[in-house]
């Protein structure tokens, strides 16, 4: 278990609806990442948040947003969802601000965008 | 763009045997690297990391080597058992805010 919590673990929706996702970090963990994962391929970096504040932005899509709040949750809101969102997202945190420590992994929230 | 890649998509080996993972990348900013396993429906579990002012770190059954002149990291495993089936992926800080940039993944399949 790495500590990293998210929800839900499987998620189905209909095309041009919108969802939310939700990772609690590590206890203490001030940095959360998105990372979307299509069939077959690597991780792809979405978003970076460190206390609160977005660091850093990857390939990230405008219907897509994040945000991390008070307590350092994170939810990342996906829109007007397509048949290509379908993937999984992975949340990891860390307590670094930079990527100079291991960042733990969730297990995922896997979308199936219909 | 900057981008971490992998030599191989795919790995046999039998069991028991070692297993070596390569990966290229290609930032020379980069000063940190992990290794990650994932097995299927599950998340990226850490295995090692190095960082860019050693060349060798050993763990438990694995070894990770980085050569910064031809900006190669390897993943060693030893004696590998049914249970290291999984992809392996490289990740380096090599973000623009040194967030982890992740290789396309080696799928490393242990044959009995």
């Known amino acids: 278990d790495s500590g990293v919590t998210q929800t839900p673990k499987h998620l189905i929706t209909a095309t041009g609806q919108r969802v939310t996702l939700r990772c609690s970090p590590r206890?203490?963990?001030?940095?959360v990442y998105w990372y979307q994962q299509s069939l077959d391929q690597g991780l792809q970096f979405l978003i970076h948040y460190y206390n609160g504040e977005e660091r850093a932005k990857g390939n990230i899509l405008e219907r897509f947003s994040a945000q991390q709040f008070p307590d350092l949750h994170s939810e990342l809101n996906l829109s007007s969802l397509e048949l290509g969102d379908s993937a999984l997202y992975f949340c990891?945190?860390?307590?670094?601000?930079?990527?100079?420590?291991?960042?733990?992994f969730g297990q995922g929230t896997r979308l199936t965008v219909v | 763009g900057e981008s971490v890649g992998l030599h191989l998509p795919t790995l046999s080996v039998q069991e028991g045997d070692n297993s070596i993972i390569n990966c290229a990348y290609s930032?020379?900013?980069?000063?940190?690297f992990i290794w990650y396993k994932q097995e299927s429906g599950k998340g990226p579990q850490f295995i090692i990391d190095i960082r860019s002012n050693m060349d060798k770190r050993q763990g438990q059954r694995v070894t990770v080597l980085l050569n910064k002149t031809v900006k190669h990291l390897s993943l060693q495993i030893a004696a590998t058992q049914p249970g290291d089936s999984a992809v392996y992926f490289c990740?380096?800080?090599?973000?623009?805010?040194?967030?982890?940039?992740f290789g396309s993944g080696t799928q490393l399949t242990v044959l009995p």
């Open positions: 206890s203490g963990d001030l940095s």
């Open positions: 930032n020379s900013a980069s000063d940190y």
């Open positions: 990740a380096e800080n090599g973000g623009s805010a040194r967030q982890l940039t």
């Open positions: 990891a945190s860390s307590a670094a601000v930079g990527g100079g420590t291991e960042a733990f």
